[in-house]
């Protein structure tokens, strides 16, 4: 199976989405760089919004702060959502949902053992280090969701 060669994507927050008691911050990666201001469709954001909301109760059967955050990626070959949430103090918890390439977004859980591909490990490995240095170190809640990491090319 050939490797492609490694291209920076650009990656960019998408805010911070309040639901039912829960501060998510959400990022968006795309395999285009945009040509305008609109990093992501509002379509494909929506469904992202409207698919997390909906799952929303099982992130609430785990013992959690009420903050997680979720990488949106229009990636070359499908449309992936991470949502990642922390319990038990240290530990980040997940669950992927894709959607087609193409067409109208509709995300579905995956069946697969899928964790995250190089370019939402950048986002990832972010948080980590944000919890780390913000929560993890004393410092509030609120630090830790002005934590980003920057706009850009990674």
């Not at 989405?17 to 509002?42: C, D, F, H, T």
């Not at 390439?101 to 990832?124: N, R, T």
Request: glycine share 6%; net charge neutral; charged share 20%.
């Amino acid at each position: 199976m050939p490797i492609p060669m490694y291209t920076p994507r650009h990656l960019g927050r998408l805010g911070i989405w309040q639901m039912s008691g829960w501060s998510i911050k959400a990022y968006g990666i795309s395999a285009q760089a945009p040509k305008r201001e609109q990093l992501l469709q509002p379509e494909l954001i929506n469904e992202a919004r409207s698919f997390v909301e909906a799952n929303l109760a099982r992130m609430n059967g785990t013992p959690h702060y009420s903050v997680d955050f979720v990488v949106l990626h229009h990636g070359s070959s499908a449309k992936t959502l991470l949502t990642q949430w922390w319990v038990n103090e240290c530990v980040c918890m997940q669950y992927a949902a894709q959607s087609d390439y193409s067409g109208k977004p509709k995300f579905s859980h995956v069946k697969s053992d899928l964790m995250a591909c190089a370019y939402e490990l950048a986002a990832i490995d972010f948080e980590r280090r944000a919890w780390i240095s913000t929560v993890m170190s004393g410092k509030q809640m609120e630090e830790y969701l002005e934590s980003w990491l920057p706009d850009g090319l990674h």
